[in-house]
């Protein structure tokens, strides 16, 4: 059946004027991103102008990848069993959305947020760097491929994290330990990148190309578990 | 949908939900006329909220049939089904952090409605909540919740509407206000399918009701269940006692059966009262008795219920 935009878009709107007001998941946007800020920030700032030279070998930028990772992760987990919690499931299922429908809106919803907070993170770790770090600093960190592989992997981690936490959303009956656990299997998505930034993995184009093409086929079938394990019938009754 | 007008708005044939070892409800069928207010009256744990989800698409019946609206239950009609219908849950299931108007907003995006502002300002003032549209839904009363969530169930004018025990836990000013919207549903022609344990509620606003207990254990309009289930009869208040009662109620036509209520009171039992009440009278003057008064005793729906529900405890205790 065709999807409704209407109905998506109806999701979406509810979504974002929900997130703005819970106090909980707005922290947890602000919060998760400014821990993994301050250890790229601390290392820019500590590095003497002759010591630039060993950012040839890290790549700090793809450690702030853990950011498009996590955030969404987080707010996916909240998306059904926070409906759950607050009664509205059943309501909200009894509408005629189809299910593709309410997945993509509460996608939507949590990726464009996400998306953002990652962005303005990246630009505000830039203008640190660029303002405040030591001369070289600046030109050894911000290399073209490096900041074009930061804008590209952003929504590309971000949509693998939401599919995790959607499965997991839908599958606990308490929104603190399925936030907890969706970041718990966020962690090997992290430990990926993180070794990318110390260089443990080489950095190069064959390994951009592999992840990116490994990301494409995970969110396609991400797309289908998550729309599968979003059965009406089991949502309802499964927390008894 | 050809002839949909003609179609009972709903059509329940043998239906049975299971949930592992536990029946939560065994062979229903019923039908529900377009336009009626249909009662689905049970205990806690009747099954009455399961087939309000049965039929509301949110689970699937474990045998047995149902058309809903005119459309065949069944999982590949979930949103043509849901489209056609709407569903005030036990619980408001409002969001709490939203504004009514924007809870509103984002179901009528959800069942599409044309026009939604107007519409939103329309079913708000049918609940009469025109002025707080603008208020947090959490910081309402649990009353206007409830009115609330009536109003977002009428905002795609459904064609049957399904409240499960929409007065439960409302106070009785609260509930009712909620009476009154609904009495206001009939008039408008909306077909209700209304759950509720409360006899009295039943019985004032339904035109037919089903009683059940897992299993349906009668159906009708609440005076044809009275009739159904109980041998109307003839309470008879004398003065003093009858010396021979056996005697003055022998020859009288259309009495099934008689017994004594007390010292000086006797309870005629007879199918037509009317035929019965004349002839009893003159009985008992021609006996020499002095009648204090005579009254046909009624049932309420209350003992139809009681009879009907606690049939099953019986069982259970056999
Ligand atoms: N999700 C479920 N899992 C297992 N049993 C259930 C579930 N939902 C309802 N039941 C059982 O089905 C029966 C009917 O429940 P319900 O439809 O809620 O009754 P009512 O609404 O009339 O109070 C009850 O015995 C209940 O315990
Ligand atoms: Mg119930």
Same mark, same amino acid.
């Given at each position: 059946m065709?999807?409704?935009?209407?109905?998506?878009?109806?999701v979406v709107?509810?979504?974002l004027?929900?997130?703005r +007001?819970?106090?909980?998941?707005v922290?947890?946007?602000?919060v998760?991103?400014l821990i993994?800020?301050?250890?790229p920030?601390v290392?820019?700032?500590?590095?003497?102008?002759h010591?630039?030279?060993?950012l040839?070998?890290?790549?700090?930028?793809?450690y702030?990848?853990?950011?498009p990772t996590?955030?969404?992760a987080?707010l996916?987990?909240?998306?059904?069993?926070?409906?759950?919690?607050?009664?509205?499931?059943e309501p909200?299922? #009894?509408?005629?959305?189809?299910?593709?429908?309410?997945i993509l809106?509460?996608?939507?919803a949590?990726?464009?947020?996400s998306?953002?907070?990652?962005?303005?993170?990246?630009?505000?770790f830039?203008?640190i760097?660029?303002?405040? %770090?030591?001369?070289?600093v600046?030109g050894?960190l911000?290399?073209?491929?490096?900041?074009?592989?930061?804008?590209? !992997?952003?929504p590309?981690?971000?949509?693998w994290s939401?599919?995790?936490?959607?499965?997991? %959303?839908?599958? !606990?009956?308490d929104?603190?330990?399925?936030?907890?656990?969706?970041?718990?299997?966020?962690?090997?998505t992290v430990a990926?990148? #993180?070794?990318?930034? /110390?260089? *443990?993995?080489p950095?190069?184009?064959?390994?951009?190309?592999? /992840?990116?093409?490994?990301l494409?086929v995970l969110?396609?079938?991400?797309?289908?578990?998550a729309t599968?394990? !979003?059965?009406?019938?089991?949502?309802?009754?499964? %927390? =008894? | 949908m050809?002839?949909a007008?003609?179609?009972?708005a709903? #059509?329940?044939?043998?239906?049975s939900?299971?949930?592992g070892?536990?029946m939560?409800?065994?062979?229903? %069928? /019923?039908?529900?006329g377009?336009?009626?207010?249909?009662?689905f009256?049970?205990?806690?744990?009747?099954?009455?909220t399961?087939?309000?989800?049965?039929?509301?698409?949110l689970?699937?019946?474990?045998a047995g #049939?149902?058309?809903?609206?005119?459309?065949?239950?069944?999982?590949?009609?979930?949103?043509?089904?849901?489209? =056609?219908?709407a569903i005030?849950p036990?619980?408001?299931?409002l969001?709490q952090?939203?504004?009514?108007?924007d809870?509103l907003? &984002? /179901?009528?995006?959800?069942?599409?409605v044309?026009?939604?502002?107007?519409?939103?300002?329309?079913?708000l003032?049918?609940?009469?909540?025109a002025?707080?549209?603008?208020?947090? &839904?959490g910081a309402?009363?649990?009353?206007?919740?409830?009115?609330?969530?009536l109003?977002?169930a009428?905002?795609?004018e459904?064609?049957?509407?399904?409240?499960?025990e929409?007065?439960?836990g409302?106070d009785?000013a609260?509930a009712?206000?909620? @009476?009154?919207?609904?009495?206001?549903? +009939?008039?408008r022609g909306?077909?209700?399918?209304?759950?509720?344990?409360?006899l009295?509620?039943?019985?004032?606003? &339904?035109?037919? *009701?089903a009683?059940l207990?897992?299993?349906?254990?009668?159906?009708?309009?609440?005076?044809?269940?009275r009739d159904?289930?109980?041998?109307?009869?003839?309470?008879?208040?004398?003065?003093?006692?009858?010396?021979d009662?056996?005697?003055?109620f022998?020859?009288?036509?259309a009495?099934?059966g008689? @017994?004594a209520q007390?010292?000086?009171?006797?309870?005629?039992?007879?199918?037509?009262i009317?035929?019965?009440?004349p @002839?009893a009278?003159r009985?008992?003057?021609?006996?020499?008795?002095?009648?204090?008064?005579?009254e046909?005793?009624?049932?309420?729906?209350?003992?139809?219920?009681l009879?009907?529900?606690?049939?099953?405890?019986?069982?259970?205790?056999?």
């Amino acid at each position: 059946m065709r999807l409704s935009r209407r109905r998506v878009r109806g999701v979406v709107d509810k979504e974002l004027r929900d997130l703005r +007001r819970n106090s909980n998941v707005v922290y947890t946007m602000l919060v998760l991103p400014l821990i993994f800020l301050v250890q790229p920030v601390v290392e820019v700032l500590t590095l003497s102008a002759h010591s630039a030279a060993v950012l040839r070998r890290e790549h700090t930028l793809t450690y702030l990848l853990a950011i498009p990772t996590l955030v969404p992760a987080a707010l996916a987990a909240y998306a059904i069993v926070g409906e759950r919690l607050q009664g509205t499931l059943e309501p909200l299922l #009894s509408t005629p959305v189809q299910r593709r429908e309410l997945i993509l809106g509460k996608a939507l919803a949590v990726f464009l947020p996400s998306l953002a907070v990652a962005y303005v993170v990246f630009a505000l770790f830039v203008i640190i760097v660029e303002l405040f %770090s030591a001369a070289g600093v600046a030109g050894a960190l911000l290399r073209t491929p490096y900041v074009l592989a930061q804008v590209i !992997f952003t929504p590309l981690l971000a949509t693998w994290s939401i599919w995790l936490g959607m499965v997991i %959303s839908a599958r !606990f009956a308490d929104p603190r330990a399925a936030t907890q656990v969706a970041i718990l299997v966020s962690l090997p998505t992290v430990a990926i990148t #993180s070794l990318i930034a /110390f260089n *443990v993995i080489p950095a190069n184009l064959r390994v951009a190309l592999g /992840f990116g093409v490994g990301l494409l086929v995970l969110n396609r079938i991400g797309w289908r578990v998550a729309t599968a394990v !979003f059965d009406r019938e089991r949502l309802i009754t499964g %927390s =008894r | 949908m050809t002839g949909a007008a003609e179609q009972p708005a709903l #059509s329940v044939r043998s239906l049975s939900k299971r949930f592992g070892e536990r029946m939560a409800y065994e062979q229903i %069928s /019923f039908e529900v006329g377009r336009g009626e207010v249909f009662g689905f009256l049970g205990p806690n744990g009747a099954g009455k909220t399961t087939m309000v989800r049965t039929l509301g698409t949110l689970i699937a019946p474990s045998a047995g #049939s149902a058309s809903v609206a005119g459309v065949p239950l069944s999982e590949a009609n979930g949103v043509e089904i849901r489209r =056609r219908i709407a569903i005030m849950p036990e619980s408001p299931g409002l969001y709490q952090r939203l504004s009514v108007r924007d809870n509103l907003a &984002c /179901f009528a995006d959800l069942y599409e409605v044309p026009a939604p502002a107007r519409r939103i300002a329309e079913v708000l003032s049918m609940v009469g909540l025109a002025e707080r549209a603008a208020e947090l &839904c959490g910081a309402l009363s649990k009353g206007l919740r409830q009115r609330v969530a009536l109003a977002r169930a009428l905002l795609s004018e459904p064609q049957v509407l399904f409240l499960d025990e929409p007065t439960s836990g409302l106070d009785p000013a609260a509930a009712r206000d909620v @009476h009154e919207l609904i009495e206001g549903m +009939r008039e408008r022609g909306v077909t209700v399918f209304l759950t509720t344990h409360r006899l009295e509620e039943a019985e004032r606003l &339904c035109d037919r *009701v089903a009683i059940l207990n897992t299993t349906l254990r009668s159906i009708g309009r609440p005076a044809e269940l009275r009739d159904q289930l109980f041998t109307r009869a003839l309470l008879v208040r004398t003065a003093s006692a009858l010396a021979d009662p056996a005697a003055v109620f022998a020859s009288l036509p259309a009495l099934e059966g008689w @017994h004594a209520q007390g010292d000086s009171a006797y309870l005629l039992e007879a199918a037509d009262i009317s035929a019965l009440a004349p @002839h009893a009278v003159r009985a008992l003057v021609a006996a020499g008795a002095d009648v204090l008064a005579v009254e046909e005793r009624r049932h309420s729906l209350e003992d139809v219920y009681l009879e009907l529900v606690g049939e099953r405890r019986e069982e259970a205790a056999r």
